[in-house]
């Protein structure tokens, strides 16, 4: 097992996997610029580290994630960051704050949601590939109760959920909380487990899939993620490149040499 130090988050990577645990209990794992730092940090450690195949996030406490920091928002309204205002790629773009770089990783990552998940914290639940919850999670999106637009939270959640359901929830505020059968129920997470069993569950589920050719199933990650927002017949060629350059790989022999031979395969990610 390996683990890099950190003072908001934690880290460790252990058989092909790297699990990040938002670690500011004491906040409700609010964001706050240096936490943002330090997980950029650890997501680019994860999609560089070969022997990382997958991702897990998590929080410590009650609270998966509550958004940003209040206490840390700029009086300006300029953006949570620790480099100077608008001085990386990253602060021109839609703003990310805890998001993982979904858009130009590779990797499959899995959000365990143990608590508390609104505004920022939302985020997880729209970009990350599979989402479970704990029976103690609660939703809901409190940006408009404190002054502020819900703006890219609610955009993607609106692409998640039912409409009226994604207006509701952005319209009432923190005076509505969505529960985790609930979300269930609208697609928005694909599992409840009982709270003292989610971070087990993400480890099995993360172990299915890395029973799985692990640059398959980038590839397939990709292919969907790159083709939402296309027409139909545009989608399908654009994954059809994505299979014809796995297809080439060591792995996609493995496959069905090892089908054949009834064996489990071995693979390489190669």
């Not at 195949?53 to 410590?60: A, E, N, Q």
């Not at 971070?199 to 890395?210: S, T």
Request: aromatic letters at 6%.
């Amino acid at each position: 097992m390996s683990a890099m130090s950190f003072d908001t988050i934690k880290y460790e990577a252990d058989g092909h996997k790297a699990t990040i645990t938002l670690n500011r209990p004491e906040a409700l794992n609010a964001l706050s610029p240096h936490m943002i730092t330090e997980l950029r940090t650890a997501y680019e450690a994860a999609e560089n580290d070969d022997d990382v195949w997958l991702l897990i996030v998590t929080g410590t406490g009650r609270a998966f994630c509550t958004g940003a920091d209040v206490k840390e928002i700029p009086g300006d309204g300029k953006v949570l960051y620790d480099r100077p205002y608008l001085s990386t790629y990253d602060q021109w773009e839609a703003p990310q704050e805890g998001t993982p770089p979904f858009r130009r990783m590779a990797k499959p990552v899995i959000a365990a949601i143990n608590g508390l998940c609104c505004g920022a914290g939302l985020d997880w639940v729209t970009t990350c590939d599979i989402v479970i919850a704990s029976d103690r999670a609660q939703f809901f999106d409190p940006h408009v109760s404190i002054g502020l637009v819900a703006a890219r939270e609610m955009v993607r959640l609106a692409r998640v959920l039912p409409r009226t359901v994604a207006l509701r929830m952005a319209l009432t505020g923190r005076h509505e909380r969505m529960s985790p059968q609930r979300a269930y129920e609208l697609g928005m997470v694909t599992e409840v487990v009982p709270h003292d069993r989610l971070l087990e569950r993400a480890h099995e589920i993360a172990d299915i899939v890395n029973s799985n050719a692990p640059l398959a199933v980038r590839g397939t990650r990709l292919a969907i993620h790159k083709t939402l927002d296309l027409p139909l017949h545009e989608a399908e060629i654009l994954a059809e490149a994505f299979r014809e350059r796995v297809v080439r790989t060591e792995d996609a022999l493995e496959g069905p040499r090892a089908f054949v031979e009834k064996r489990a395969p071995d693979w390489q990610c190669r």
